[in-house]
T-cell receptor
Framework: AQSVTQLDSQVPVFEEAPVELRCNYS??????LFWYVQYPNQGLQLLLK??????LVESINGFEAEFNKSQTSFHLRKPSVHISDTAEYFC?????????????FGTGTQLKVEL | DGGITQSPKYLFRKEGQNVTLSCEQN?????MYWYRQDPGQGLRLIYY???????QKGDIAEGYSVSREKKESFPLTVTSAQKNPTAFYLC?????????????FGPGTRLTVT
């Protein structure tokens, strides 16, 4: 079974500083990878995804993630965070061989941006 | 507006009572899912359904039941057999076999059982 590891449960960072949220997954076979964001007491929203092609994927609000097959990682980065980026971030993986619909989530990383 | 609705947003029940959480989608998605979210544990899959009148157990199905009589609806019943039902419950949907493979989430229902 797939598993996803988000080693950092909380990441505090000052506004305008860069940030990296780490994600590693267990499978060595082809996978689809996702980052979701959750604001307090709300559902999850898709931030970005990797299905195939370029290993660097970007979101519309300045986040990017790089798929690294050899390290089985999909770390999320932003060069300069804003106070509004404070939220919980979840990495998720699906197995295309299984139809691709079922996702396995990490335990989440709480990003807290401070002034 | 297309999306997923969950009601109510907050739900309070006494121990020993069954309670049903509502999930409706108008995205014409075939697949629907129920997750439970607890602090520090991420999302855990309770049940999922890939087509009407069919559903499968997820990782933590004990103490829960579901039905899928209509494409747009996937209600979850938290039974009295669920030992620790207080949690945030999230419903999601996705197009079955769709190329994007992403799931779309509802706003969640926070259930408190005392």
């Amino acid at each position: 079974a797939q598993s996803v590891t988000q080693l950092d449960s909380q990441v505090p960072v000052f506004e305008e500083a860069p940030v990296e949220l780490r994600c590693n997954y267990s499978s060595s076979v082809s996978v689809y990878l996702f980052w979701y964001v959750q604001y307090p007491n709300q559902g999850l929203q898709l931030l970005l995804k990797y299905l195939s092609g370029s290993t660097l994927v970007e979101s519309i609000n300045g986040f990017e993630a790089e798929f690294n097959k050899s390290q089985t990682s999909f770390h999320l980065r932003k060069p300069s965070v804003h106070i509004s980026d404070t939220a919980e971030y979840f990495c998720a993986v699906s197995d295309p061989a299984g139809g691709g619909n079922k996702l396995t989530f990490g335990t989440g990383t709480q990003l807290k941006v401070e002034l | 507006d297309g999306g997923i609705t969950q009601s109510p947003k907050y739900l309070f029940r006494k121990e020993g009572q069954n309670v049903t959480l509502s999930c409706e989608q108008n995205l014409n998605h075939d697949a629907m899912y129920w997750y439970r979210q607890d602090p520090g544990q991420g999302l855990r899959l309770i049940y999922y359904s890939q087509i009407v009148n069919d559903f499968q157990k997820g990782d933590i199905a004990e103490g829960y039941s579901v039905s899928r009589e209509k494409k747009e609806s996937f209600p979850l019943t938290v039974t009295s057999a669920q030992k620790n039902p207080t949690a945030f419950y999230l419903c999601a949907s996705s197009p079955r076999g769709g190329l994007t493979y992403e799931q779309y989430f509802g706003p969640g229902t926070r259930l408190t059982v005392t």
